[in-house]
């Protein structure tokens, strides 16, 4: 009997996984252009929606905030809402990497290379 011949059977499984893992990979990533997130500012005064891969695809501004006086205000209102929506694209993208690696057994924290 040849010795080693039972690390080759952990190497054709850790193929399979790595294979697995390339196609979860690749739907997941398409995946993140359908997941919508919504951010708001101004208590929903202003709303954000953007993808999970953060593509800006809507905005939604409440009427009431148009006061030629506050143009300030509307623009820090609109800024902070679509950095909340930024953000939570992140999260979101970053939920849906945690569960494709935690079926791996990688850790919860494990960065990947994108």
């Known amino acids: 009997m040849i010795k080693g ?3 080759l059977g952990d190497m054709a499984k850790m193929m399979k996984q790595a294979q697995e893992m390339q196609t979860k990979m690749t739907q997941m990533q398409e ?3 359908s997941i919508m997130v919504t ?3 101004g ?4 709303k954000a929606t953007a993808t999970a891969k953060g593509e800006l695809k809507g905005l939604d501004i409440d009427p009431s905030i148009f006061n030629g006086d506050d143009k300030e205000v509307v623009e ?3 800024l902070a809402a679509i950095k909340d929506a ?3 694209a992140s999260e979101r993208a970053q ?3 945690s569960s494709i690696t935690e079926g791996l057994g ?3 924290d494990f960065k990947m290379p994108f």
Do not use: Y
């Open 5 to 7: 011949l039972g690390q």
């Open 31 to 33: 995946d993140l252009h």
């Open 39 to 41: 951010g708001e500012s």
């Open 43 to 46: 208590a929903g005064l202003v």
């Open 76 to 78: 820090d209102l609109i």
């Open 86 to 88: 930024q953000s939570k």
């Open 95 to 97: 939920q849906e990497m």
């Open 106 to 108: 990688l850790p919860a």
